[in-house]
């Protein structure tokens, strides 16, 4: 099982799955609520929380309209 520190934005959560990094944001996008704003990409490590100036290239990123598109949002 893999522990994934996604972010995106605002939202930052730590999600312990056996899901891909695709699916895990894809689930991860339902925990967000009317405060959060999500940036263009999804974040996707397992050392820690990544954003746009923090990601390496271990790091996986994921465009936002990808996880929106696939679950109906966009």
């Known amino acids: 099982m893999s522990k994934y520190y996604v972010k995106s934005g605002t939202l930052e959560l730590i999600y312990s799955t056996s899901k891909t990094p695709f699916d895990a944001c894809r ?4 925990e967000s ?3 959060d704003e999500l940036d263009e990409f ?3 490590d ?3 929380l990544r954003d ?4 390496d ?3 996986i990123v994921i465009p936002s309209e990808a ?3 696939a679950e109906g949002w966009v």
């Open 42 to 44: 999804f974040y996707v």
């Open 27 to 30: 689930t991860i996008l339902w």
């Open 67 to 69: 996880i929106l598109r």
């Open 57 to 59: 290239p271990d790091t």
């Open 33 to 35: 609520n009317e405060h």
């Open 46 to 48: 397992e050392r820690g």
């Open 52 to 55: 746009y100036i923090s990601a």
